[in-house]
């Protein structure tokens, strides 16, 4: 059975306060999706890294409108809304995967990897993904909203929709974690990186060094167009350069990655 503490956010709040991330944290027992209510926030004025969490989504979404599968009151699904300069736009997906990485490190003592552009995963099956939105008018950039669904004490086999592809803390530790420490950990390390990316650091090397994605053969899907090749090199933008068994190289922006075992 599925325990279900729910989260301490004044403590959360309590031990945040100083950074940006976390500025200011909204707490919802039941919304459709925090990336709606994060944009809503951002469209009023909301400050840069407010945080919306929620225990339950009705409509939570991952990327290509796929459906985001997270039972109430046993994981961690929030939003950062983050007002960067166009240049640091590709360091916010890897800021919350390489945050999402120290947080199961530090929970689990494992290491989790990265698949391109924005899965955590551990031993092949996902314990987190990302969502980045951004909200451009013309040329510029008005906010970037980065939703993170993070699987902490979902028990997969009780979720035949996601038993064969999904884990989570629990079942990587055979422990439930304090939800609200997990909380408090990811919001931390995303204040940190989010320092860095502010400071002008790239976040390209840490990242890509978690990256499972690199000298494996793979294919990559983007709606009808497939790619095969080996994962070589990614750039300062988070792009996937991709070397085909012909020699040639194509640089891959947006898509669907299957590694081939
Ligand atoms: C993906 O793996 O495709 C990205 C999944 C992102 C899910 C999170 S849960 C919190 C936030 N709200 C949403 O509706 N989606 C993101």
């Not at 469209?43 to 969490?53: E, F, M």
């Not at 009151?73 to 007002?83: D, E, F």
């Not at 240049?87 to 989790?112: G, R």
């Not at 031993?123 to 950039?141: A, F, P, W, Y």
Request: aromatic content about 4%; overall charge negative; some cysteine.
């Amino acid at each position: 059975m599925d325990t279900i503490v729910p989260l301490n956010i004044d403590g959360v709040r309590k031990a945040l306060s100083g950074g940006i991330v976390g500025s200011a944290v909204h707490y919802h027992a039941l919304l459709p999706s925090t990336m709606d209510e994060a944009r809503r926030l951002a469209l009023d004025g909301a400050p840069d890294g407010t945080v919306v969490i929620a225990e339950e989504q009705t409509k939570g979404r991952g990327r290509f409108s796929r459906v985001w599968v997270s039972p109430p009151g046993l994981n961690l699904a929030l939003s950062v809304l983050l007002r960067p300069e166009i240049p640091q736009l590709p360091y916010i997906n890897m800021a919350a995967a390489l945050a999402v990485c120290d947080v199961v490190h530090e929970l689990t003592d494992l290491s989790a990897s990265i698949k391109w552009p924005n899965d955590v995963r551990i031993g092949g099956r996902k314990l987190s993904g990302i969502l980045v939105e951004t909200d451009m008018v013309g040329r510029q950039l008005n906010h970037a909203v980065v939703g993170i669904g993070m699987n902490v004490n979902l028990d997969p086999s009780q979720h035949p929709e996601i038993a064969e592809i999904a884990t989570s803390i629990l079942a990587e530790s055979g422990r439930e974690a304090n939800r609200s420490e997990a909380l408090r950990l990811l919001l931390g390390h995303l204040d940190r990186y989010h320092a860095e990316i502010r400071g002008g650091a790239s976040l390209r090397e840490p990242w890509a060094a978690k990256l499972e994605t690199l000298s494996m053969t793979i294919q990559v899907r983007w709606g009808d167009d497939v790619i095969e090749g080996t994962g070589e090199s990614v750039d300062e933008q988070g792009n996937l350069m991709v070397r085909k068994a012909d020699g040639s190289s194509v640089t891959v922006v947006a898509g669907e990655v299957t590694l081939q075992v």
